[in-house]
């Protein structure tokens, strides 16, 4: 069974664009260099306009990018298996994007981070 892994990310917003153009390349990199990884991307959130039957659904909020709660990146992986999934945990190359994040992000992991997975049949 496939395990999808997200990273939602607040990257400040005058965040060295080469830093995130390093991290991108890194993570892009995933799928080459990490056994069992079959997709990977780190890319800017797309936050469309929000039609007038969301603005009804939604009530108060009045954009997409107020629901995005600050969140502006997306990393995105798929791995072939829960093994796949955790051997990328401690993989060198996931490691090695720690100086990227603490320059992008706003704070710290907790502040700047939100990670969940998926079993994708």
């Keep these: 069974m496939q395990v999808v892994h997200m990273g939602l990310w607040k990257v400040k917003p005058d965040a060295d664009p080469a830093m995130l153009q390093s991290a991108a390349e890194k993570v892009a990199r995933f799928k080459d260099i990490v056994p069992g990884c079959l997709e990977s991307l780190l890319a800017p959130l797309y936050v469309p ?15 997409f990018e107020e629901m995005a709660r600050g969140y502006n990146y997306i990393l995105y992986t798929v791995f072939e298996s829960e093994d796949a999934r955790r051997l990328y945990e401690e993989h060198p190359i996931h490691m090695d994007l720690q100086k990227e994040c603490l320059a992008v992000w706003i704070g710290d992991a907790a502040a700047s981070a939100l990670v969940f997975d998926f079993r994708r049949p």
């Design 49 to 63: 306009e929000m039609g007038q039957a969301d603005q009804e659904t939604f009530g108060s909020l009045g954009s």
